[in-house]
């Protein structure tokens, strides 16, 4: 067997299950070498410059300024460049205090380094014009390519009366990811549990704990395995964000037969569509009364939830298109 002709050096800012996915597809048709530029870039330009000589393209899932010196020294090198986007790197939400395009030098610098880009991937539609509007990235050099999902193997059961929603606890995530809505709401229905699943910053626990109605439970961070569980038990999924360029979650409860209750905004319902609940934004009395709807629902909608993510966002759809781009560069 030929051993792959092309080397691709895959920069990213942690290995959510998203980005491991992504990761695992180069891996399984090309030469990839693969780093962590989050924490002490500083100390990985040595890294950077060698990789960056010795790769055929650089792979950047999202557009940070944390990306800058792979970025620069691939074009310096003749190197091709694409940029996944999907979420914060051209985001302007000056009203939540969120996104890496609200304006400032530092804004200009992170439209610079994106633009750079021989081609943008982005995940969803609602992603593609941020990246137009906000960045000013040119249509022509974007793709848009839908996250995928494989399907899990159902287990036939009675459904819990409990509602979830997964989001790391911080005090950015309480508006973005609709964290305090998903605890406001919850006082309207104290014998229902209401499980937020997710690991919790510093100090975060203690800061909520007089905020949070009883019924509210934060797990931490918890296994695949454990997550997997509670998709499979609860039969109410909640993501009252604020902002999503997908939405993950979302469609991985929802190919556990949970019942979708989102946010009507952004790429959310793109995700949901017609087989869950769409919520104004921040309207409590509008989730309330969605998730009391999620939870009176039988089995019908949850399976056609599930059927939804099968068909338009297969993993294997994914797996095509993003090798037909690379080949194509």
Known sequence: MLRPTKKIYYVHQGLMSFVKKDLEILKDNYEVKSVNNFESTIYKIPQNVFETFWCDLVFCYFGSLRFSVPIILAKLFGKKVVILTGGYDVVRLPEIDYGGMRGGFRSWLQRKLVRMADHVICVSKSNMKEAIDNAGIAQKKITM??????????????????????????????????????????????????????SIDNGM??????????????????????????????????????????????????????????????????????????????????LRKKIARALEDGKGIGKKARLRIQNLFPLEQRRNALLNLINAL
């Open 145 to 198: 390519i839908y996250h995928g999902f494989e399907s899990p193997e159902i287990v036939e059961g009675e459904k819990e009366d409990m509602v979830i929603t997964v989001g790391r606890v911080s005090q950015e995530n309480l508006l973005r990811k609709g964290l305090k809505f998903f605890m406001d709401v919850a006082r309207f229905y104290p014998h229902i549990p209401f499980i937020c699943i997710g």
């Open 205 to 286: 626990r203690e800061k909520m704990k007089d905020k949070m109605p009883s019924n509210v439970t934060l797990t931490g961070w918890i296994s695949d395995k454990e997550l997997e569980d509670y998709f499979r038990r609860a039969k109410v999924y909640v993501q009252a964000s604020m902002h999503e360029g997908f939405g993950c979650s979302v469609a991985e409860a929802m190919l556990h037969e949970c019942i979708p209750v989102a946010s009507d905004c952004f790429a959310l319902p793109e995700v949901v569509g017609d087989s869950g609940y769409l919520v104004r934004p921040g309207d409590i009395e509008d």
